[in-house]
Each structure stands twice: as C-alpha cells, then as structure tokens.
Nanobody
Framework: VQLQASGGGLVQAGGSLRLSCAAS????????MGWFRQAPGRTRELVAS????????YYADSVRGRFTISRFNADNTNYLQMNNLKPEDTAVYFC????????????WGQGTLVTVSS
C-alpha cells in the first residue's frame, strides 16, 4: 500500500486545515488508518486513528475535541480535519496504515508539514 498525504500548510492559531491521505496499491479498506506527527525535539505522537470500518476513532489527549479523523473506503482516502489549531500542533504529519488502530503501522506515507503561527 502506498500512502500520499497532502493538505499541510501555514495557518494562524485558531484556524483550520484538512489533511488528506490517498491510498493505492493495496486493500485500503482492510487496514486501520491513522496520523502521526513529529515536531523537532519532540517524541513522535499518534494523533488519531480509525478502524478499517471507520469506527471507534482514537485521539491523543492533546487533540481530542479539535481534530476529527474520517475515511471513505470507496475512494481509498482518509482525512484529518484539524480545527482550533495551536502553535504546538506545528509538526510534520504522517499518514499511516496497519492492522490495528493502535498499531503497529506497517505503511507510512511521506510527511506533510503543518505550521501554526501565533
């Protein structure tokens, strides 16, 4: 499975962005999907994930209530809607896929940079 992430950019604090992850080359609908982020000097963090059926989403405490993950198996895409963004959300975000929503994740896309200015 190949994963292609997009949608990152520069946004002011309080703003919104939507990240997209397009999957190809495999049975996308069989995999749990998620998003990690990595900021300089910080531990890589699983931000959100969702089961292959699209239910039971997981959210890190740091984003719960602000981020929403969704997926559309018909077009092999999942999305991360990010609202009320904060400067501490600044990171490179990676789309991932695996057998379980809590990992391990066998498939990683390239990162997309999200920068939130204060």
């Amino acid at each position: 499975v190949q994963l292609q992430a997009s949608g990152g950019g520069l946004v002011q604090a309080g703003g919104s962005l939507r990240l997209s992850c397009a999957a190809s080359g495999g049975a996308f609908s069989s995999y749990a999907m998620g998003w990690f982020r990595q900021a300089p000097g910080r531990t890589r963090e699983l931000v959100a994930s969702i089961t292959w059926r699209g239910g039971n989403p997981y959210y890190a405490d740091s984003v719960r209530g602000r981020f929403t993950i969704s997926r559309f198996n018909a077009d092999n895409t999942n999305y991360l809607q990010m609202n009320n963004l904060k400067p501490e959300d600044t990171a490179v975000y990676f789309c991932v896929g695996g057998r379980d929503r809590l990992g391990p994740f066998d498939y990683w896309g390239q990162g997309t940079l999200v920068t939130v200015s204060s």
